[in-house]
Structures are given as structure tokens and as C-alpha cells.
């Protein structure tokens, strides 16, 4: 059971755009930087956004993200098949078990 | 190009120690301002954090682990360790070393590949 809260499963047509949801609390999203990443099977994740909103080199803008109070949401558009795959939002929790925390992951459906 | 490579035993006996490292290759592990650290994915589940270390010594351990895990940063020779000790089979999982950012601008921009490490006699 993950600190941060992600749908199990989201899913939308080709060209659509989808959101996916990530809820924690005041000790982790609500005053640290969130991070996202799609992992697809047998590779290593990649990171898409960080720092809430930024997107590393070679990243297309099809994928943002936003952060308000204690929620983040991955933004992506123009879907394609090549989308389909797993995505985690991540972040750091700052209480007394300070460390790093993954949501527990969406896995997403190109229909 | 920074990469990062694991190394290790694919599979470890129940109650022993499993150890893993981590070459780097394209930067310096002494970076001022990066955290290098471990990730793994249990079969059928998500990500789960382990820990990281800052090149001069800070570390950071996931709580429920903190007891049996130690990483440790080899400067010298530009790599850094994991190594969980008693191990049993929740450990099996596939385990990727990670650069990190540090702290409140935690994120992880450079994975290794992955190396599956499963727990078994």
C-alpha cells in the first residue's frame, strides 16, 4: 500500500487525451517535487516530467504534468499506441521516515 | 553518455545477504549534486524505493527495510553497492540501480537496465 495514490487503470482511444491522478499528503506531493515515469516491460522506467512540471530533453510535450496542494495529475495527449504501458508518479516524504515514495502505478490502455 | 550497469548473483539463498553494485560510467559519482541509489520491482507489483547515498556519506533507507539494508559509494573506483541482508523471498524482485536527485527534488533521471534477483534454495 503506497503513500501515494494512483488509479490502478485508465484507458482512451488513439488521439484522446488522458489524466492520470496522483494523491498523497502535506508530508510528501503537499511540500516536495513530483516526478513521473512510464515503464514499459523488460526496460528500465523512464522519467517524462519532474520538478512537477518539467519535461527532461526528448520528451515530447504530449506529456505534462501539474501539482496542486496535496495532488499531482500526468497530462497526455494525442495518444498512441506506443503510450501503452505503466506509469508511476513519485515524490519524496518528508516525516520522520524521510526517503522516497512511488505511487503504486497506472497502468495505461491505448484502445 | 552517463550509464549505470548492475552486477550481481541472479539468485540468492534464503537468510544469506544479497549484494549488488553499480558501475558508472560517463560522470562522476562525486557529482555535488546528485544522490545514487536502488529501486526494485517485485514480480506483478510497482516500484518500490530502497535507498540512496550522497557521495560523502548521507544516506537514506525506505524505513521498512533500513534494518537490513547498507549502500555504500565506492568513489574510487566510480561505482556504489546495495546489500540486503537476511533476505527471503519477498526480496526476489528486478533491482535497478538509479541516480537521484536529492531530497525535496527527488526524481531519477538515469536507470540501469535492471538485474532479477530471485530468493530461493
Known amino acids: 500500500q503506497s503513500v501515494l495514490t494512483q488509479p490502478p487503470s485508465v484507458s482512451a482511444a488513439p488521439g484522446q487525451k488522458v489524466t492520470i491522478s496522483c494523491s498523497g499528503s502535506s508530508s510528501n506531493i503537499g511540500n516536495n517535487y513530483v516526478s513521473w515515469y512510464q515503464h514499459l516491460p523488460g526496460t528500465a522506467p523512464k522519467l517524462l516530467i519532474y520538478d512537477n512540471i518539467k519535461r527532461p530533453s526528448g520528451i515530447p510535450d504530449r506529456f505534462s504534468g501539474s501539482k496542486s496542494g496535496t495532488s499531482a495529475a500526468l497530462d497526455i495527449t494525442g495518444l498512441q499506441p506506443g503510450d501503452e504501458a505503466d506509469y508511476y508518479c513519485a515524490t519524496w516524504e518528508s516525516n520522520l521516515s524521510a526517503g522516497g515514495v512511488f505511487g503504486g502505478g497506472t497502468k495505461l490502455t491505448v484502445l | 553518455q552517463l550509464q549505470l550497469q548492475e552486477t550481481g548473483p541472479g539468485l540468492v539463498q534464503p537468510s544469506e545477504t544479497l549484494s549488488l553494485s553499480c558501475s558508472v560510467s560517463g560522470d562522476s559519482i562525486s557529482s555535488n549534486i546528485y544522490y545514487w541509489g536502488w529501486i526494485r520491482q517485485p514480480p506483478g507489483r510497482g516500484l518500490e524505493w530502497i535507498g540512496s547515498m550522497y557521495y560523502t556519506g548521507g544516506t537514506y533507507y525506505k524505513p521498512s527495510l533500513e534494518s537490513r539494508v547498507t549502500i555504500s559509494v565506492d568513489t574510487s573506483n566510480n561505482q556504489f553497492s546495495l546489500k540486503l541482508k537476511s533476505v527471503t523471498a519477498a526480496d526476489t524482485a528486478v533491482y535497478y540501480c538509479?541516480?537521484?536527485?536529492?531530497?525535496?527534488?527527488?526524481?531519477?533521471?538515469?536507470w540501469g537496465k535492471g538485474t532479477t534477483v530471485t530468493v530461493s534454495s
Open positions: 538509479a541516480r537521484q536527485g536529492a531530497r525535496t527534488y527527488f526524481y531519477v533521471d538515469v
